[in-house]
């Protein structure tokens, strides 16, 4: 799982995207990591918030259609490039041209658990 460079910048910019997360959608938020600022895709599913890389594991594009416009279809997150579907809570390419690779996580340490109403 990636950590992002710097947690406080992380916290305000994942704070706002949280602010307007419904349940089962899907938001955009940009940090860095490794020193180069990069889109993550942050989901809310059952509570939970996860979040990962906007890199479609077949061929490397962004999985939104406009920034931080993201396909959800019947639950799942839908590559716009070729149609790949992933399990928005783990990550996991369940259909399409990459089934059975993984969007990549990135660890959100306290701000997972604050997404989580618990
Ligand atoms: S780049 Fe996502 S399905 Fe091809």
Redesign the pocket.
């Known amino acids: 799982m990636l950590q992002p460079d710097d947690k406080s910048d992380v916290s305000v910019s994942l704070s706002a995207v949280l602010a307007q997360l419904p349940e089962g959608s899907a938001s955009e938020a940009e940090l860095a990591i490794g020193g180069e600022p990069a889109s993550l895709i942050v989901t809310r599913v059952a509570g939970r918030v996860q979040a990962f890389r906007n890199i ?6 962004r ?1 939104d259609w406009a920034p931080g416009e993201f396909l959800i279809d019947q639950g799942q997150l839908v ?6 579907s992933f399990d928005m809570a783990s990550g996991l390419c369940v259909a ?3 089934k059975g690779a993984s969007l990549t996580a990135v660890a959100l340490p306290g701000i997972a658990a604050a997404g989580t109403g618990s």
């Open positions: 479609c594991p077949h061929a490397g594009r999985l590559c716009a490039a070729h149609g790949a399409g041209p990459c």
